[in-house]
């Protein structure tokens, strides 16, 4: 896998960072971040997905969804435990990960794209129809269990919850797998043409997505304590996402955490500034100049800066 | 039985404009510009501006909204599209981040809050006894219109051909001496123009709201998938379907489900016959 001393310093170092900051930093801002490191998690699954093999998901809180109203329904309706809820609903998203896997099978890009969006939106009209006894119809459901009590607890949750995914994503893709991966996106025939599976490649890819999304879409569910379609299955949401991976630096899942943490926060500081949604104003239009100037994100410039440091000093 | 034909008739061709000009840049461009629905919402938004508070009158309203359109249209394929050279997943994401920052602009400058527009043709007509305003009927009227006209404009003009070349084969059209950069900024100005009017229509059969670019997106998405690539008359069949089936479904079934069966018919052409039911064979 190629794992140097400065991989290891720079993983320790984030997790000491994470485990101080309560200590450093207000309860407000604690709030912030636990809901950074969730968009951390949503983002880190959308890179699985989508990342490096070039199948663009447009529609991902189609998945984080289904995870975050299972383990709502279960412990909410059922009174199922939240400890079995989670696991249940974990596999009940990979299970639906499949639903998105049958289109990838036959087409790509754009079009890939498009189902996932329908399918996103037809999720958003069937849960509001569908047994709306269950999933609480258009007002969606609250009081509903959650973990932890308090900012500082929350916020070790979420952050041991995103460090162990961002860690065990990131050696992931440090493997063959992650290699073929690549290689999928760039020229599928040619990776078939090496005697490598596609479909199975593709089937670990998009379970491994779902995974992640089912796992983050419980615990942000039981975090949050209510849900409703109209903020889960949003357009929004999905933007979100997205140039959340995509300032940071797509396929390397180091990227979507930095991209997270860095809109999360551009979003709170414009809070005093512009209070209501003109804030997607400013934060859209800072998101589209960094994509069109540089594509593949704040990851690639530290790199290239850190590249170049280095080679000042060996020099 | 009768209403839900009359019914089902004026919201397919509203529906047909609405997607004619995502058509159009599909075809040609073979990109998805998901602003698209971002032209519909500025289209809607920069009528209701003139004419009900500057004032101006309609007809001159909607020819400013078009305009417009036009602009918008020159100015995302100078500044987003030509940049980022053909790459058609980065335009894609581009235009959707796009369409989030018009979306918020027009909350800043419009407010947050959705606005009723008044008809663009006033009054009423009563056919077997189902009301049909005249808004909607000017609306399927100039949308037939503008399908007919179109289509003989990419036949029998050299610039419709011109776009029917760089549609089939790029290389082929420049080999050609075709500039498949004039014709793609040809074809974005035309779509946004077509965007803009569909959405003063599309505003005054719903209402003005920040969030309105989502759904006839999504109406375009679905015309243009299942229609195929390249194919005007597949575009007006298909959004007959869509529309029929969102009538018979509010009208029969639950008023709730009236996007559901748009949704599987895209996942399921997609699956089943992606080149769609009237395109070319590619992919």
């Not at chain 1, 709030?31 to 699954?45: C, E, G, H």
């Not at chain 1, 047994?131 to 969606?140: A, I, K, M, S, V």
């Not at chain 1, 973990?147 to 893709?173: E, Q």
């Amino acid at each position: 896998m190629g794992l140097r001393w400065f991989h290891f310093a720079a993983w320790g170092l984030f997790a000491l960072g994470l485990a101080l900051l309560p200590e450093l930093v207000s309860k407000g801002t604690l709030r912030t971040l636990i809901f950074a490191n969730y968009l951390a998690i949503f983002a880190i699954s959308w890179d699985l997905l989508s990342g490096r093999t070039g199948y663009i998901s447009f529609g991902h809180p189609f998945l984080i969804g289904i995870g975050a109203y299972t383990s709502a329904i279960l412990t909410k309706r059922f009174g199922v435990e939240v400890e079995i809820a989670i696991p249940i609903a974990v596999i009940v998203t990979m299970i639906a990960g499949l639903i998105v896997l049958l289109p990838a099978l036959r087409i790509r890009g754009s079009y890939f794209a498009l189902v996932t969006l329908a399918f996103m939106e037809l999720m958003y009209q069937l849960v509001q129809v569908i047994r709306p006894d269950l999933t609480g119809g258009t007002r969606g459901m609250s009081g509903i269990q959650t973990l932890t009590r308090g900012a500082v607890n929350g916020f070790y949750l979420s952050s041991v919850l995103m460090f162990v995914i961002a860690v065990a994503a990131w050696l992931l893709l440090r493997t063959r797998i992650g290699t073929a991966l690549t290689a999928l996106g760039l020229n599928e025939s040619a990776v078939e043409g090496s005697g490598l599976s596609t479909t199975k490649l593709k089937m670990f890819a998009f379970m491994a997505s779902a995974f992640v999304a089912g796992l983050g879409g419980a615990f942000y569910v039981h975090y949050l304590g209510s849900i409703a379609p109209r903020a889960l299955f949003d357009i929004n949401f999905v933007f979100t996402i997205i140039v959340a991976v995509l300032i940071g630096g797509a396929s390397t899942i180091v990227g979507p955490i930095i991209g997270a943490f860095f809109l999360t926060f551009l979003l709170e500081y414009l809070r005093p500034f512009l209070p209501g949604a003109e804030r997607y104003f400013i934060y859209g239009g800072i998101a589209l100049l960094l994509y069109m100037y540089q594509p593949k994100g704040i990851y690639a410039m530290v790199m290239k800066a850190w590249h170049s440091l280095h080679e000042r000093a060996t020099k | 039985m009768l209403q839900i034909l009359i019914q089902g008739m004026l919201l397919s061709g509203l529906y047909a404009l609405i997607a004619v000009g995502f058509t159009l840049i599909f075809s040609v461009g073979r990109t998805l510009n998901l602003a698209y629905g971002a032209y519909l919402m500025l289209g809607g938004y920069l009528y209701f501006w003139a004419s009900q508070s500057l004032g101006v009158p309609k007809s001159l309203a909607v020819l400013m909204a078009m305009a417009f359109g036009v602009v918008l249209g020159i100015l995302k394929f100078r500044l987003i599209v030509k940049p980022l050279k053909g790459d058609h997943i980065a335009v894609e994401i581009s235009t959707l981040i796009l369409a989030v920052v018009l979306q918020a602009g027009v909350i800043l400058i419009f407010g947050d809050s959705s606005k009723i527009l008044l008809p663009i043709v006033g009054g009423v007509i009563y056919v077997a006894g189902a009301p049909v305003t005249y808004n909607m009927l000017i609306a399927t009227l100039a949308s037939w219109t503008i399908l007919l006209s179109l289509y003989l404009f990419i036949r029998r003009t050299d610039i419709g051909r011109a776009m029917q070349a760089v549609s089939m084969d790029t290389k082929g059209a420049a080999i050609c001496g075709i500039e498949p950069d004039r014709v793609n900024l040809i074809t974005w100005a035309l779509s946004g123009g077509l965007g803009a009017l569909g959405g003063v229509f599309f505003a005054s059969y719903t209402q003005l709201a920040p969030s309105m670019w989502v759904g006839p997106l999504i109406i375009s998405v679905a015309v243009v998938i299942v229609g195929g690539i390249g194919s005007i008359i597949g575009t007006l069949i298909v959004a007959h379907i869509v529309g029929f089936m969102e009538v018979i479904v509010v009208s029969v079934l639950a008023p709730e489900l009236r996007g559901v069966f748009t949704m599987g018919l895209i996942i399921l052409v997609l699956v089943l016959r992606p080149q769609g039911l009237f395109g070319r064979e590619e992919l």
